[in-house]
């Protein structure tokens, strides 16, 4: 019991030590987003499309999906999910009221930086749950909160909604982990379905964090380690329902729209397709004829998936149209390719990049040797992890905790 309560005193002060260094790292910013005559401007160009949105929300124009001033003169719908613009457009208004006489930004500018408590936190659980010793822990906390990825994301003034992902990653990955550490629990279940059903509305790519979800479950059947039916249930039912609730508050949901690029009923048919796919791994154990029916049976449920799923792809792959020139969305690794591009490369990711195809097959090999149910969570979230910080460099959160 004391070596527990040493434990938790240990990595309460380990999160409040260095939530406070990332903060004040984070803060320094500002300098960056304070123009000549002292007025704070976003950081990043889509900094300003969520600046322009949380304002309005706060002040006449109100919340909007559809916006009537972008690509005049038809307008256009947009594509970031309601959540995220239009609580921080209310925090705004809380903010005001309480120092009316403070710059918007300047309060906006603050929501990043403070967020750096709640991923610290995630962090330093996820860690704790793999059993590392504080020490150990320490160091890696005291690599967060100085690396250059967290004043990426987190930033004074930087508004892009790339923290919230890391957000939804990092709490993704401590609730499957908390969950398969006592999986007869369903409120933990219950959770995590919650979690990842929400989690769209902070961008509607997050449904990708349900596939983390389905490969943990999927491996843990092959050995026959599934959860109970009641746990199953009762995370199945929490993704559904936190995903009615985001869905339904849609305007392009409502609108009858099914698309990934949008909060849409595409979410909504994937949150049951999710739901579907994991009771459907305790409708038998497992055996080369129930691999064959759960595989023709997804494969039946993703058919209309296939369209939303085919743009996601060339998202990642930036096939699209002039995304190839965004600097965000390029590859580390063909950067690195590039002789031109090593310092670049490494000012962003530091050298630690050189270890991620070491981390990424040691992570392969761990899953091979029968890992207790939670660490499977982790070498699955870090794989696909790793891999997606691979992929684009705006993805660089998914490769922070691996």
């Known amino acids: 019991m004391n070596n527990t309560t040493d434990n938790t005193r240990w990595l309460v002060a380990i999160w409040l030590i260095f939530t406070l260094v990332g903060m004040s790292v984070a803060y320094l910013m500002r300098a960056h987003a304070t123009a000549p005559d002292g007025t704070i401007v976003p950081m990043s160009n889509d900094s300003f499309y969520h600046a322009e949105r949380m304002l309005d929300t706060a002040g006449e124009r109100g919340f909007y999906e559809f916006d009537d001033q972008m690509h005049v003169a038809e307008g256009s719908w947009v594509t970031w999910p309601w959540a995220y613009d239009w609580s921080a457009g209310h925090v705004l208004k809380i903010g005001q009221a309480i120092s009316p006489e403070s710059q918007p930004m300047a309060i ?11 991923n610290m936190a995630l962090f330093i659980g996820i860690a704790a749950r793999l059993g590392l010793r504080p020490e150990l822990i320490a160091i890696a906390a005291l690599a967060l909160a100085f690396s250059t990825a967290l004043q990426t994301l987190h930033g ?15 709490a993704c990955t401590w609730l499957l982990m908390r969950w398969l550490d006592a999986p007869e629990r369903p409120p933990h279940a219950a959770v995590l379905g919650v979690l990842l059903g929400i989690a769209p509305a902070l961008h509607t790519s997050a449904f990708i964090l349900q596939l983390l979800m389905l490969i943990t479950l999927a491996l843990l059947w092959f050995r026959d380690e599934l959860p109970p039916l009641s746990s199953l249930r009762a995370m199945a039912i929490g993704l559904v329902v936190g995903t009615l609730v985001i869905v339904g508050l849609s305007e392009p949901a409502r609108d009858g729209q099914f698309t990934m690029t949008t909060l849409s009923l595409f979410h909504g048919y994937v949150a049951f397709a999710s739901a579907a796919a994991a009771l459907l791994l305790s409708w038998r154990p497992c055996s080369s004829k129930q691999l064959a029916i759960v595989a023709v049976l997804c494969a039946l449920i993703g058919v209309p998936l296939i369209g939303g799923l085919i743009v996601g792809g060339s998202f990642l792959t ?3 149209l002039l995304l190839d020139q965004v600097n965000e969305m390029r590859s580390p690794v063909m950067d690195m390719l590039a002789r031109d591009q090593w310092s670049t490369t490494f000012s962003i990711y530091s050298l630690l990049i050189l270890l991620v195809p070491l981390v990424l097959l040691a992570f392969i090999v ?4 029968r890992p207790s149910p939670a660490a499977v969570a982790f070498f699955v979230c870090g794989v696909f992890g790793l891999v997606m910080l691979s992929l684009q460099q705006r993805l660089i959160y998914f490769g922070i905790a691996p």
């Open 108 to 118: 906006l500018g603050w929501i990043p930086v403070l967020f750096i408590a709640i």
């Open 156 to 170: 004074f003034a930087i508004l892009d909604h790339h923290f919230l992902e890391f957000f939804a990653y990092l």
């Open 318 to 320: 930036g096939d699209i």
């Open 366 to 369: 761990a899953l091979w040797r």
